[in-house]
């Protein structure tokens, strides 16, 4: 799909939030863990179907939406835990 995308001069473009290099992946979780635009980001990952080929709409439903929510309960989760633990700190510096 990307070559014929090319091959007539267009072109291929990602979207802003996406896990093709390391940068951009950690940026996507950090959005997911923030719950800033993860929707968005879980929609466009269900519809991919591999590299370079054009998306079909709800192609790896199950997995995506498995792997987004449980990824989403356990980075807030631990986001939670982490804002707790610097409360309960400063807390007993204060004290």
């Known amino acids: ?3 014929l995308c090319v091959e007539q001069d267009g072109k291929w ?3 802003h939030q996406n896990f093709d290099t390391l940068e951009h992946g950690m940026v996507s979780l950090f959005e997911i863990c ?4 993860w ?3 879980m ?3 269900v519809d991919s179907v591999g590299p370079y080929r054009q998306p079909k709409r709800d192609e ?7 792997m987004f929510i449980s990824f ?3 980075g807030s ?3 939670l835990n982490l804002c707790v633990g610097v409360i309960i700190d400063n807390y007993g510096n204060v004290k």
Do not use: P
């Open 1 to 3: 799909d990307a070559a």
């Open 13 to 15: 473009m990602n979207r």
């Open 34 to 37: 923030t719950t800033e635009g």
């Open 39 to 41: 929707v968005v980001l």
């Open 43 to 45: 929609l466009s990952s």
């Open 60 to 66: 790896n439903e199950w997995l995506g939406c498995i």
């Open 72 to 74: 989403l309960l356990l």
């Open 77 to 79: 989760f631990f986001v």
